[in-house]
C-alpha cells in the first residue's frame, strides 16, 4: 500500500498543475455558521474548497490529544490550496527490526527532510478538501461522499485523492454528488498507544480525527451544496478498517446531535482487525521504545515529556519502530485498538455482540491481498520458519499447535497468492505461502466472517460483496493490494471494471442500491451477499462474474472458530 502512495505521489508531483491553476469560472463562496467562517474556493467545471479546517491545530500541549473542534469565529477564509500532510511514517531504517532485512535506502528517501518538504509534513493538518459540481448552491442537497484514505495507520495524506474524477462522473450519469476527503493523523501521531495514553484518555486519536471532520460535515455540509443526511464514508485499505471503526464506534452509535453521520459505507480492502486493548503488552512495548528513543525514560511524567519533545525529536521517536514495509508487515507498530470508550471492546466482540451502526454497506477485495506484504520476508524458506515468524511478530502468546495448525491450510504453494497461477512467481521458498496467510487473516476471511456474522443479526440489513481480479497476471502482486487505488478511484485504465464500480458505487451514494439509479444495462445485477451459497462479484479487467464466497472454506472455518485467539 505504501508503494502505491508513494507512486500515486510523484506521479501527482511530476504532472499535476498546481491546484490554482485550475481556476476556470467565477470564485464561489459558501458561509458557514459552525464556526462562522466566510471560505472562499476555487472556481471551475467541478468547484474545489482544499484545505479547510475542522480542528484546532493538535501541536504543542494539543499533541496526542483528542481532536479540539474550532468554536471560534474565523472570519473569511480562502480554502485555495492543499494544507499540511500529516508526518509521515513509511519504513524502519534499523536491520534490526526488520529480522536482518534492510530497507534502509528506501527508508532514507521516504523518510527524508527532502520527502516531508515534498509533502509539506506538519503537525498542523487536521483539514479537509470538499469539491462539488460548478453551480451548487445550499438548497441542492446533493448526497456526500466521504473519502478516508488508507496506508497502513502510517502514512497517507487527502490531498493525494483528487475527487474531481468522481464529481464529474457522478455528473455524466445524472447522479451528482459532493465529495470530501478529510485527513487524519497517522502513525505514533495518531496511534500511539499504550497505559499512559490510555488513562490520558488518548487513544484512537486518527479515529477520533476522522470523526471530527464527519461532525463538522453534519455541521455545515449544507452550505456547500450537500445533504447531510444522506453521507457514505469510503475508505481504502487502513481507511476502510477506518470506515468500519466509525460503524463500531460509541458501541454503534453514530448520531451526532440527534441525526446519523453518515447512513451507508463502502469498504474496499477492510475491515474487522481482531485486536488486544490500548493498554497491551505489545502496544506498551512500543510505548516505552518511543519513551526511550526520545530521551523520556527518566522523565516523571513520560507523556508530558513527548509531548514537550521539539517536532523532529517527537518524529524520530515515533518512527524508531518497525514500519509496514518491514519485516514484520501487517503486525503494526501503530493501529486502532479498544480504549474502551470510542471503542469498546475487540472489534470481533462487537460485531458477535450486534454493537455497530446497521447501515448497508458494500466490501470487497483484492484476490491477492498478501502479496505486498510478504516482499521482504525472503529469509523465511521452511514451513517451520512461517510458523516461527507468526509467533513470534503476531501471536507470541498463541500456542505452537494453533499457528501450525493455520499453516497447514496453505501447504502447497501452487495454491498459494498470487492465485492460479501454479508454481509461478514464488518469490522465494514460503512467499506464496505466506501470502495467502497474511492476505486471509487481514483481509479476505475477515471480510466474509463481517458478512456472516451481519447475516444472522440483521438479516434484512443489504450488503454486497466483490473480489477484484483485474490485475491478475501481474508478475510476482497478481490482483495486488492497493491496485483497486489505480483502477477503481483513478480509474488509470478505464476499462470495463473501472467503469463498472464507477457506476455501482455511485448508484449506491445515490440511493443506497448499486443496482439502482443509472440507466446502464452494460452491468449485471449485484446480487445481496445471501443464501447459502453467499454470491459476490467478481470483477475481471473487461468483465465479471457471479461467484460463491466459498472459497477457501476450510481455512476460513479455522479461522472463524478461533477469531478471539488471533488478535493482534
Known amino acids: 500500500m505504501a508503494s502505491i502512495l508513494l507512486l500515486l505521489a510523484l506521479v501527482q508531483i511530476t504532472f499535476a498543475s498546481p491546484i490554482k491553476e485550475r481556476q476556470l469560472f467565477s470564485t464561489p463562496v459558501v458561509t458557514i455558521t459552525a464556526p462562522q467562517a466566510t471560505i472562499t474556493g476555487l472556481g471551475g467545471y467541478i468547484e474545489q474548497f482544499p484545505g479547510i479546517p475542522f ?33 509521515q511514517f513509511v519504513f524502519s531504517d534499523n536491520p534490526a527490526l526488520n529480522g536482518g532485512v534492510s530497507n534502509s535506502l528506501l527508508g532514507d528517501v521516504a523518510d527524508s527532510g527532502l520527502a516531508q518538504k515534498i509533502l509539506s509534513e506538519s503537525e498542523d493538518c487536521l483539514y ?193 519502530v518497525p514500519a509496514i514495509l518491514s519485516y514484520q508487515s501487517v503486525a503494526l507498530a501503530y493501529l486502532p485498538r479498544p480504549d474502551g470508550t470510542f471503542m469498546t471492546d475487540s472489534p470481533d466482540n462487537l460485531i458477535f455482540a450486534g454493537k455497530f451502526a446497521d447501515v448497508p454497506f458494500i466490501i470487497g477485495d483484492q484476490e491477492d491481498e498478501g502479496t505486498l506484504f510478504a516482499l521482504f520476508q525472503w529469509n523465511i524458506t521452511t514451513d517451520d520458519e512461517i510458523v516461527d515468524y507468526f509467533s513470534e511478530f503476531y501471536f507470541p502468546e498463541l500456542p505452537r499447535e494453533t499457528i501450525e495448525t493455520l499453516a497447514s491450510y496453505y501447504d502447497n504453494s501452487t495454491n498459494g497468492s498470487p492465485y492460479r497461477t501454479g508454481d509461478q512467481w514464488n518469490w522465494y521458498p514460503q512467499f506464496k505461502k505466506l501470502a495467502a496467510i497474511l492476505g486471509d487473516i487481514t483481509f479476505i476471511m475477515t471480510r466474509r466472517a463481517l458478512l456472516f456474522s451481519v447475516s444472522v443479526l440483521y438479516p434484512n440489513l443489504p450488503t454486497w460483496s466483490y473480489l477484484s481480479s483485474y490485475d491478475y497476471g501481474t508478475p510476482v502482486l497478481g490482483s495486488f493490494h492497493g491496485g483497486d487505488i489505480l483502477q477503481v478511484f483513478y480509474c488509470l485504465f478505464p476499462n470495463y471494471a473501472c467503469q463498472a464500480f464507477h457506476a455501482y458505487y455511485l448508484n449506491f451514494v445515490n440511493n443506497l442500491d448499486p443496482n439502482i439509479g443509472s440507466t446502464d444495462t452494460t452491468y449485471p445485477e449485484w446480487p445481496l451477499w445471501n443464501g447459502t451459497d453467499h454470491p459476490i462479484v467478481n470483477m475481471l479487467a473487461s468483465s465479471s462474474q457471479i461467484i460463491n464466497d466459498t472459497f477457501r472454506e476450510e481455512a476460513y472455518q479455522f479461522l472463524f472458530g478461533n477469531v478471539h485467539n488471533f488478535r493482534i
Open 55 to 87: 480542528a484546532f491545530p493538535p501541536t504543542g500541549s494539543l499533541r496526542l490529544k483528542p481532536p479540539q473542534p474550532i468554536e471560534t469565529p474565523i472570519g473569511n477564509y480562502e480554502a485555495t490550496s492543499n494544507a499540511h500532510s500529516c508526518p
Open 128 to 320: 479537509l478538501n470538499i469539491q462539488r459540481p460548478a453551480g451548487t448552491n445550499s438548497s441542492s442537497k446533493l448526497p456526500v461522499l466521504f473519502w478516508i484514505f488508507g496506508g497502513g495507520f502510517e502514512l497517507g495524506w487527502n490531498f493525494m485523492y483528487d475527487g474531481i474524477g468522481w464529481v464529474q462522473w457522478s455528473i455524466d450519469m445524472g447522479q451528482p454528488i459532493v465529495f470530501v476527503a478529510v485527513q487524519y493523523r497517522v502513525g505514533g501521531f495518531g496511534f500511539l498507544g499504550g497505559s499512559e495514553i490510555l488513562k490520558d484518555g488518548s487513544a484512537n486519536l486518527g479515529l477520533l480525527d476522522q470523526r471530527a471532520g464527519l461532525q463538522w460535515i453534519s455541521d455545515n455540509i449544507e452550505a456547500f451544496g450537500g445533504d447531510s443526511s444522506k453521507v457514505t464514508i469510503w475508505g481504502e485499505s487502513a481507511g476502510s478498517i477506518s470506515v468500519f471503526d466509525q460503524m463500531l464506534a460509541y458501541d454503534g452509535n453514530n448520531t451526532y446531535n440527534g441525526k446519523p453521520l453518515f447512513r451507508g459505507a463502502i469498504m474496499n480492502s477492510g475491515s474487522v482487525i481482531p485486536a488486544n486493548p490500548v493498554d497491551c503488552p505489545k502496544a506498551q512495548n512500543i510505548y516505552n521504545s518511543v519513551v526511550e528513543a526520545g530521551g523520556c525514560t527518566n522523565a516523571s511524567d513520560t507523556l508530558e515529556c513527548l509531548r514537550g519533545l521539539s517536532y523532529s525529536d517527537f518524529l524520530y521517536a515515533v518512527n524508531s
